[in-house]
């Protein structure tokens, strides 16, 4: 399976079933796990991923998976990866929000090359393949938006909530402090998978986190760049998947958002 419109078909078929799983659990009792300071699991999140690990295992068992919540196994030798977080906003869905997400790339040396972004409460599907377009439910993507401060509506990330967020969190008020002025709205969804797919869309201008794993980007990686969006670390380099920081936008904005965070 060589043609990356094979693996994103692949991708589809893993979402759809994740998302059938999710559908299938609502409305039970959730139990939760603790990971660490302010942060959880929810067993569906845990079924999920299982149900897509042992799908992807089947139809390509040579790729290894890297899961928010199993870690990585399967092929070290690979130079392909999937990429899975189950619930993109677990505190949203625990919560009752429809702000989540099913989120899964398959990347090549870093590189997300295949993305599959599935909102399951609102049945949207954003997807992209190198080379081929991003789509919204098989509608083509692609990003405009501002290229001025004043016109942005900009998505930031969640506030670190353990002890050694304290720095991070200092930086984004400062930040926060001086880009508020400036920006047209900030806005806070508690996704970073749809944060990117929006940017995409066009119903947010740009997507800043200072802090990101890369379960929680590496679909939305690909949607937003196939969708045209220049997407970096706050360095300006590249987004791969080695990166920490994430800024997505169309290039002018691009270059006065770093203008201010520099």
Same mark, same amino acid.
């Given at each position: ?113 295949? /993305? &599959? %972004?599935? #909102? ?6 954003? $997807?992209?393949?190198? *080379? ?87 679909? /939305? &990686? %690909?949607? #937003? ?6 997407? $970096?670390?706050?360095? *300006? ?26």
């Amino acid at each position: 399976m060589s043609d990356l419109l094979d693996f994103l078909g692949t991708a589809e078929q893993a979402v759809a079933t994740a998302s059938e799983v999710i559908r299938t659990g609502l409305g039970r009792e959730r139990s939760i796990s603790g990971k660490g300071d302010r942060d959880f699991a929810t067993d569906l999140d845990y079924a999920v991923e299982d149900a897509v690990r042992a799908f992807l295992a089947d139809e390509t068992p040579d790729i290894p998976l890297l899961g928010e919540e199993r870690g990585r196994t399967g092929n070290t030798e690979s130079h392909y990866e999937w990429v899975l977080d189950p619930i993109d906003g677990t505190v949203n869905f625990a919560h009752g929000s429809p702000l989540y997400a099913v989120s899964l790339a398959l990347t090549h040396n870093g590189i997300s090359v295949v /993305g &599959v %972004v599935e #909102a399951p409460a609102s049945e949207e599907r954003f $997807t992209a393949a190198l *080379g081929h377009g991003a789509a919204l439910n098989k509608h083509p993507l692609a990003v405009h938006g501002p290229a001025s401060l004043s016109d942005a509506v900009v998505a930031f990330g969640d506030f670190g909530v353990r002890p050694e967020s304290e720095r991070r969190n200092a930086q984004r008020l400062e930040l926060f402090r001086r880009l508020v002025p400036k920006i047209q709205r900030v806005r806070m969804l508690g996704t970073a998978a749809l944060d990117m797919c929006w940017t995409a869309a066009g119903r947010v201008d740009a997507t800043y986190h200072s802090f990101i794993n890369p379960w929680d980007v590496a679909a /939305g &990686v %690909v949607i #937003a760049r196939e969708a045209g969006a220049l997407v $970096t670390d706050l360095d *300006g380099v590249d987004y791969d998947t080695s990166a920490t920081s994430i800024l997505a936008c169309n290039p002018d904005l691009h270059r006065a958002l770093m203008a201010e965070i520099a």
